[in-house]
Structure formats: C-alpha cells, structure tokens
T-cell receptor, first 113, second 110 residues
Framework: GAVVSQHPSWVICKSGTSVKIECRSL??????MFWYRQFPKQSLMLMAT?????????EQGVEKDKFLINHASLTLSTLTVTSAHPEDSSFYIC?????????FGPGTRLTVT | EDKVVQSPLSLVVHEGDTVTLNCSYE??????LLWYKQEKKAPTFLFML????IEKKSGRLSSILDKKELFSILNITATQTGDSAVYLC??????????FGPGTSLSVIP
C-alpha cells in the first residue's frame, strides 16, 4: 500500500523558535497533501490543504503566517511552525492523496517548552 | 457548518462481545464516508463507503451507510483486546475536504 512518512517523529523546542515538519509520500506522487492537528483526547482537525506548486488553503482560524506550508514537489510537503508557543504543542499529522484515498503519515509530536 | 457526530464517545466491552459504533453527519456536497482505527499514532484506514445499503466487510468488521438518514455504523463482532482503539468516522466532501468526528474510544477487556 501507499506509504507516507513524517520527520521528525517527535521534537521538543523552546518557545519562540521555529520548527519544520516534513511529510513525504514514499512510493507515489501526491498533488494534494493535508495537514491535521490533534490535541490529546480530541479528533483530528484539518489545518490546511497543500497543493503542489501553489499556495496552501487554510481552514478558518488557522494562521497562515504562523503555520507555513510549502509543497515544492509531488512527494514532499513541509509545515513550519513559526515562533512556537506552548499552546502549539500537539500531534501534527499529514496525509497524502492518491486517487481517491488518503494515506496518513505516522505523525509528529511537538512539545514547546 | 459541516459536522460529523459519533456515538458513543467511549465504550468498554468484554472480549467476545459485539459492538456497534454510530456516525451521523451533516455536510454539503457529500462524497464518501470513511472509517479509521487509531491506536497510538496516525489513523489506519478501514473502510470507504459511497453507496447506501451496501455492506463492506473485512474479517470481523463491517460497515454500512445510509445516505437518506445520513448515518453509518461500524460493527465489530467477537471483539478482541487488539480491537481497543479510537475509531474515527470521517466524511469527505466534493471539495476534497475530510471532516473527522470526535471518535469512539473502544476498550476491550479480557
């Protein structure tokens, strides 16, 4: 089946720094990737839709200047959390679309101290 | 506003029991309904349902969609401890957006 990887799997950073999370589709090309955030004991919340070669589409309430998304190739999308704060601590999951299916990455646990 | 509702939110059963998880939705431009199982990390895909009344089965799991009443159920028969997880229902719209429900946390005790 299709495989999506994320790197890093977990990261701890200090408040005010920026963190980049990578999402890669390993064995297929994905024109569309999605970024989700999941707080403890809550469901996945879609943050943005990332389209290769164009600007990401952000969901209402998600700050585009804080969560920078770049989808520079058909196999890679990156999410950069800028000037991270403790409230940004969460589980970030990406998914990549192949035809009609979405395949999820393993997630990245971000802790901001 | 598009929304997906699941019930119950949590459930504890004994091994061997049969469980039914519910999902109802209100979305514009419905395209498909998806079920996922989430253990410690990211969700894993279970089923995609697009047509009413057609049951999908995979081992002890089965699911069906009712597009008229806007709901779906996920059945798990002869539950095992390995079935303990959060089961997420999600609806995909024609705008390629996937909206997740809050999930049902299932605990199967020996």
């Amino acid at each position: 089946g299709a495989v999506v990887s994320q790197h890093p799997s977990w990261v701890i950073c200090k408040s005010g720094t920026s963190v980049k999370i990578e999402c890669r589709s390993l064995d297929f090309q994905a024109t569309t990737m999605f970024w989700y955030r999941q707080f403890p004991k809550q469901s996945l919340m879609l943050m943005a839709t990332s389209n290769e070669g164009s600007k990401a589409t952000y969901e209402q309430g998600v700050e585009k200047d804080k969560f920078l998304i770049n989808h520079a190739s058909l196999t890679l999308s990156t999410l950069t959390v800028t000037s991270a704060h403790p409230e940004d601590s969460s589980f970030y999951i990406c998914s990549a679309r192949q035809t009609y299916e979405q395949y999820f990455g393993p997630g990245t646990r971000l802790t901001v101290t | 506003e598009d929304k997906v509702v699941q019930s119950p939110l949590s459930l504890v059963v004994h091994e061997g029991d049969t469980v039914t998880l519910n999902c109802s939705y209100e979305v514009t431009n419905f395209r498909s309904l998806l079920w996922y199982k989430q253990e410690k990390k990211a969700p894993t895909f279970l089923f995609m349902l697009t047509s009413s009344g057609i049951e999908k089965k995979s081992g002890r799991l089965s699911s069906i969609l009712d597009k008229k009443e806007l709901f779906s159920i996920l059945n798990i028969t002869a539950t095992q401890t390995g079935d303990s997880a959060v089961y997420l229902c999600a609806v995909k719209t024609s705008y390629d957006k996937v909206i997740f429900g809050p999930g049902t946390s299932l605990s199967v005790i020996p």
